[in-house]
């Protein structure tokens, strides 16, 4: 039988061990454009190691509803994956910890509109789930020789819905 996953709502504090919320809160690190933009610096780390280089791609992933059937995770043991919407809907992020080199119990976050995540090397997490139309993301990752993809089946799945 499926084990239930709760949604909730993603925060910086809650993501912590998994990557980074990605987000303009707080006050901006400078005024650029004369004065007519914010810019917030530097928010994500991306890791790509030591013998790959950052790639920008686009994801055009099909929407989701949940709840969702969750039979499978990922990890990316080269490099960092960061996910930025280019809409303004949030998404569903699942992540897991590393458990004997397989997913934990996974938890399930909702993204609020305006954050993007930067999972970090070698996090489990579920795929590209956005909830509503369109699910176009700018994805910042490493590129390299490596395969960099490593993929959990569970043998049962979960049920990942909102509360």
């Given at each position: 039988m499926a084990q239930k996953?709760?949604?909730?709502?993603?925060?910086?504090?809650?993501?912590?061990?998994?990557?980074e919320v990605i987000d303009t809160g707080?006050?901006?690190?400078m005024l650029i454009n004369q004065g007519l933009c914010e810019r917030y610096h530097d928010r994500a780390k991306i890791d790509v190691g030591p013998d790959g280089k950052v790639g920008l791609s686009l994801f055009n992933a099909e929407t989701r509803s949940?709840?969702?059937?969750?039979?499978?995770?990922?990890?990316?043991?080269?490099g960092s994956q960061a996910f930025i919407p280019m809409s303004t809907n949030g998404f569903l992020v699942i992540v897991a910890n590393d458990k004997n080199?397989?997913?934990?119990?996974?938890?399930?976050?909702?993204?609020?509109?305006?954050?993007?995540?930067?999972?970090f090397k070698g996090t489990w997490h579920g795929v590209?789930?956005?909830?509503?139309?369109?699910?176009?993301?700018?994805?910042?990752?490493?590129?390299?020789?490596?395969?960099?993809?490593?993929?959990?089946?569970?043998?049962?799945p979960?049920?990942?819905?909102?509360?």
């Open positions: 996953i709760i949604t909730e709502s993603l925060t910086k504090k809650k993501f912590q061990d998994f990557g707080g006050d901006p690190d949940l709840p969702l059937v969750l039979k499978m995770m990922e990890r990316h043991p080269d080199n397989r997913p934990d119990t996974p938890k399930a976050f909702l993204s609020s509109p305006g954050q993007a995540i930067n999972f590209l789930t956005p909830l509503s139309k369109p699910g176009l993301f700018a994805v910042i990752d490493r590129i390299g020789e490596s395969q960099n993809l490593e993929e959990f089946f569970f043998d049962v979960y049920i990942v819905d909102r509360l």
